[in-house]
């Protein structure tokens, strides 16, 4: 199920959450919305990382993409594409990595320059962190977490999600055949 919590302006959205379908069709979805004119607008980083070294370099180079203006003067979408070290793991929370997420967090909360926007897409994600805190500021988050069948009172979540969906497709189900 998604949930959007809305900030302050439109140059940065963070889709997030333990549904990796989902997030990884959302975030698709949102780069083609949020893309400037032209082959030259956006700049994929893949966001995998064996370890904190990588992890660390993958910001890095978010970094350095969000401070070099767009090609010929257009506009510019940056995707942090599956970056899977910002979850609760010993990536995450390696101090290079931590760091380099601390001096992206101030890029993004000083805000980027007029015609460049940034996307960041992560299946898992930690929530207790001060760059998640800092996303919520930042820009926009949008949530896609999976049911847990786990707990009790998923078959409501179920219900509620396919509903929702139907909606989107204009249709309608009983409630038994739901």
């Known amino acids: 199920m998604a949930s959007v919590k809305a900030k302050k302006g439109a140059s940065m959205l963070a889709v997030i959450g333990s549904d990796e379908q989902e997030v990884k069709r959302a975030a698709k979805e949102a780069a083609i919305a949020m893309a400037g004119e032209g082959d030259?607008?956006?700049?994929?980083?893949?966001?995998m990382a064996g370890n904190a070294d990588e992890a660390a370099a993958r910001v890095h180079e978010t970094i350095d993409a969000l401070l070099t203006f767009?090609?010929?003067?257009g506009e510019k979408l940056v995707w942090l594409k599956n970056a899977d070290f910002l979850g609760d793991a010993r990536t995450g929370g390696a101090l290079a990595v931590l760091e380099a997420l601390e001096k992206l967090g101030e890029i993004l909360q000083a805000g980027l320059r007029e015609g460049v926007r940034f996307l960041l897409s992560a299946a898992g994600i930690d929530k207790r962190r001060a760059f998640y805190k800092l996303l919520q500021k930042a820009g926009k988050v949008e949530e896609h977490e999976a049911i847990d069948t786990s707990r009790g009172g998923w078959e409501e979540q179920a219900a509620m999600l396919a509903r929702q969906i139907a909606r989107g497709r204009e249709m309608d189900f009983e409630d038994d055949a739901l």
């Not at 030259?40 to 966001?47: A, L, R, S």
């Not at 767009?70 to 003067?73: D, K, L, S, W, Y």
């Open 40 to 47: 030259f607008g956006t700049e994929v980083i893949d966001g």
């Open 70 to 73: 767009p090609f010929m003067g």
